[in-house]
């Protein structure tokens, strides 16, 4: 089993800041990727931040330059920075990570429980 397990988040106002943290733990092979997705109540799930171990990370443009994704590969860990935030940003922040839990298995899409950002004056 894989198990993503997501921290961090809150209340914050208008202009705060929040950082949120996901570990990977289980049978792990290799992560190919590990990022960030958002839902905001009546609206689809919308990607934040991935990044690939290895390469880049990309953004939601919404995002671009008020948020930042790190990763720390020992851990399995990554980390979402979230400054300047906007009420608009107000949503469950699900992590998400392709996994090959086993050298024959194929990689496969997991999913945190998700944590509420709530952003609110």
């Known amino acids: 089993q894989v198990q993503l397990v997501e921290s961090g988040g809150g209340l914050v106002q208008p202009g705060g800041s929040l950082r949120l943290s996901c570990a990977a733990s289980g049978s792990i092979f290799t992560i190919y990727s590990m990022g960030w997705y958002r839902q905001a109540p009546g609206k689809q799930r919308e990607l934040v931040a991935t990044s690939i171990f290895g390469g880049s990370t990309n953004y939601a443009d919404s995002v671009k330059g008020r948020f930042t994704s790190s990763r720390d590969n020992a851990k399995n860990t990554i980390y979402l920075q979230m400054n300047s935030l906007k009420p608009e940003d107000t949503a469950v922040y699900y992590c998400?990570?392709?996994?090959?839990?086993?050298?024959?298995?194929?990689?496969?899409?997991?999913w945190g429980q998700g944590t509420q950002v709530t952003v609110s004056s």
């Open positions: 998400n990570a392709n996994i090959r839990r086993t050298v024959l298995s194929p990689p496969r899409d997991y």
